[in-house]
């Protein structure tokens, strides 16, 4: 019998030792572990793999990755292990169309807030609360929030270091005050309620330990339901991500209302997103009615100033 989470450790020391990161893999591999010793099973078997990929509420590219997950992982388990089996790569096809972003209104994001703010416990009401609203108006990707350290958070300042994530770059987060002082008064409250300190993380779990991906993701969709926030049709549902893709849409619109060179600042945008070049902060800029209005208009405009 292979000790699975033994497995999994040593594939992913094989795999980082090349260069990978596999954040999500090592996430994603620890709850499949979990499932399999849940009913039992000595190995991996395709029946479980699937099984297991497609319990979640998503669509069939999210399920696909998942089982493409599992079947790396498989490869690496069946040199040690003959009876394990490695599930076929076209057996959860992927949809090739992408997902519609849900924006997010200012509204929305307020109601998801004061949704969590009616958790069970008072650290979950204040953590959720705090963390929602920074994901709005920065634009984090959900793993830099649940990987940022106390030290990460510069109070002079005013500013957030997110180290090396996506494309191995770090980079520095100027903040709004008044996001500052949200910060601050969610410090105060952690550090009454959860004392001493259980490890670095800035944001805290019940027991006081960093919070885990898929418990956010649980809650985050049990908020949207208890709000509720209504998807715009089957293919744009509310996602914590798409968070990132709101505050990408509401810089441009602001920037035209502010009428300013927007072409110019789009660098700015996709170094303050974390990403390599413009071309990467495209995917998360959605042909919004206001967004293709006040486009037009400036089009208009500079073709009037034309000789």
């Given at each position: 019998?292979?000790?699975?989470?033994?497995?999994?450790?040593?594939?992913?020391?094989?795999?980082?030792?090349?260069?990978?990161?596999?954040?999500?893999?090592?996430?994603?591999?620890?709850?499949?572990?979990?499932?399999?010793?849940?009913?039992?099973?000595?190995?991996?078997?395709?029946?479980?793999?699937?099984?297991?990929?497609?319990?979640?509420?998503?669509?069939?590219?999210?399920?696909?990755?998942?089982?493409?997950?599992?079947?790396?992982?498989?490869?690496?388990?069946?040199?040690?292990?003959?009876?394990?089996?490695?599930?076929?790569?076209?057996?959860?096809?992927?949809?090739?169309?992408?997902?519609?972003?849900?924006?997010?209104?200012?509204?929305?994001?307020?109601?998801?807030?004061?949704?969590?703010?009616?958790?069970?416990?008072?650290?979950?009401?204040?953590?959720?609360?705090?963390?929602?609203?920074?994901?709005?108006?920065?634009?984090?990707?959900?793993?830099?929030?649940?990987?940022?350290?106390?030290?990460?958070?510069?109070?002079?300042?005013?500013?957030?270091?997110?180290?090396?994530?996506?494309?191995?770059?770090?980079?520095?987060?100027?903040?709004?005050?008044?996001?500052?002082?949200?910060?601050?008064?969610?410090?105060?409250?952690?550090?009454?309620?959860?004392?001493?300190?259980?490890?670095?993380?800035?944001?805290?779990?019940?027991?006081?330990?960093?919070?885990?991906?898929?418990?956010?993701?649980?809650?985050?969709?049990?908020?949207?339901?208890?709000?509720?926030?209504?998807?715009?049709?089957?293919?744009?549902?509310?996602?914590?991500?798409?968070?990132?893709?709101?505050?990408?849409?509401?810089?441009?619109?602001?920037?035209?209302?502010?009428?300013?060179?927007?072409?110019?600042?789009?660098?700015?945008?996709?170094?303050?997103?974390?990403?390599?070049?413009?071309?990467?902060?495209?995917?998360?800029?959605?042909?919004?009615?206001?967004?293709?209005?006040?486009?037009?208009?400036?089009?208009?405009?500079?073709?009037r100033d034309r000789p």
């Amino acid at each position: 019998m292979t000790d699975l989470r033994q497995a999994v450790t040593d594939y992913l020391v094989t795999r980082r030792a090349l260069g990978f990161k596999l954040t999500r893999s090592e996430r994603l591999l620890g709850d499949f572990v979990r499932y399999l010793e849940g009913t039992g099973a000595a190995t991996i078997t395709t029946a479980h793999a699937v099984a297991w990929a497609t319990q979640v509420d998503g669509g069939a590219t999210w399920k696909a990755d998942r089982l493409s997950v599992v079947r790396q992982w498989a490869r690496y388990v069946r040199a040690l292990d003959p009876a394990a089996e490695v599930p076929p790569a076209d057996l959860l096809p992927r949809d090739g169309r992408r997902a519609t972003p849900f924006l997010y209104t200012e509204a929305d994001v307020r109601a998801l807030m004061r949704a969590a703010g009616q958790l069970h416990s008072r650290i979950r009401q204040t953590t959720y609360a705090t963390l929602i609203g920074l994901l709005a108006v920065t634009g984090m990707r959900i793993g830099e929030a649940l990987r940022l350290d106390r030290d990460d958070v510069d109070w002079q300042t005013g500013a957030l270091t997110i180290h090396k994530t996506k494309f191995d770059k770090s980079r520095w987060l100027v903040l709004h005050p008044t996001t500052v002082t949200a910060l601050h008064r969610y410090a105060q409250q952690r550090d009454r309620l959860i004392a001493p300190p259980r490890g670095p993380s800035f944001f805290v779990s019940q027991a006081g330990t960093r919070l885990r991906y898929d418990n956010v993701q649980w809650t985050f969709g049990r908020l949207v339901r208890q709000v509720p926030l209504v998807p715009d049709g089957p293919r744009s549902r509310p996602r914590l991500h798409d968070l990132r893709h709101t505050f990408a849409v509401q810089t441009l619109l602001d920037w035209y209302r502010q009428e300013v060179d927007v072409a110019a600042r789009l660098p700015i945008l996709s170094t303050y997103l974390g990403h390599t070049t413009p071309r990467d902060t495209y995917w998360y800029l959605s042909a919004t009615p206001d967004l293709l209005r006040l486009a037009a208009h400036r089009l208009e405009h500079l073709g009037r100033d034309r000789p």
